[in-house]
């Protein structure tokens, strides 16, 4: 597609449901980012994928938080057990390669645990 | 612990004022700077910066890079309403150049 599509664009949900977020990247970039932006803070790191293997989950806060890229392209970002902290938007970001700091963004996934 | 600062958290400005913003950093091994618009939800990219002292340009905008002083700042010329928006400013390590570290950003609002 045109740019990096994230589905959906807002999601609520009760404390400890479970939820999936869906990120399409960029036709073409094997490099694809999730991070997490809490209100007033800067987007924070959570998973980088370089193709289907994901090259560094370090950023991801807990077990409950688990992320996917199975064909190299579409990922989805699943979270178990959800918790009000876990209320944030989520930011999926793709570049043609890894060693590429210019990032395309999506416009996020809003999560609202209730 | 790798951190990047920014200041102001925010600022308030009359369309035609020019304004600068700043950031700076503490990051092992750094790599790059880069500045990105955040308008609603999605962060656009505007420069990235390796090199001290070279100025990049673009329109209105303008960046450079200090390394001796562990900073960069950001300037807009000639503000319009449409500059209304968070600066985020983000370093990378060598370590893992592809992990952009953020600032909380300084959010811009531009008044007619």
């Known amino acids: 597609g045109a740019g990096v599509s994230q589905t959906p664009s807002n999601k609520v949900t009760e404390k400890g449901k479970y939820v999936e977020l869906r990120c399409d990247p960029i036709?073409?970039?094997?490099?694809l980012y999730w991070y997490r932006q809490s209100l007033g803070q800067g987007p924070e790191f959570l998973i980088y994928?370089?193709?289907?293997?994901?090259?560094?989950d370090s950023g991801l806060p807990n077990d409950r938080f688990f992320a996917v890229r199975p064909e190299g392209s579409v990922s989805t970002l699943k979270i178990q057990r959800t918790e009000r902290g876990d209320s944030a938007v989520y930011l999926c970001a793709s570049s043609p390669t890894g060693d590429n700091e210019k990032l395309f963004f999506g416009s996020g996934t809003q999560l609202s645990v209730l | 612990e790798d951190k990047v600062v920014q200041s102001p958290l925010s600022l308030v400005v009359h369309e035609g004022d020019t304004v600068t913003l700043n950031c700076s950093y503490e990051v092992t091994n750094f790599r790059s700077l880069l500045w990105y618009k955040q308008e609603k939800k999605a962060p656009t990219f505007l420069f990235m910066l390796t090199s001290s002292g070279i100025e990049k340009k673009s329109g209105r905008l303008s960046s450079i890079l200090d390394k001796k002083e562990l900073s960069s700042i950001l300037n807009i010329t000639a503000t319009q309403t449409g500059d209304s928006a968070i600066y985020l400013c983000a370093a990378t390590n060598s370590n893992s150049g592809y992990a952009l570290n953020f600032g909380k950003g300084t959010s811009l609002l531009v008044t007619p």
């Open positions: 994928f370089q193709g289907t293997g994901a090259a560094d």
């Open positions: 036709s073409g970039h094997t490099a």
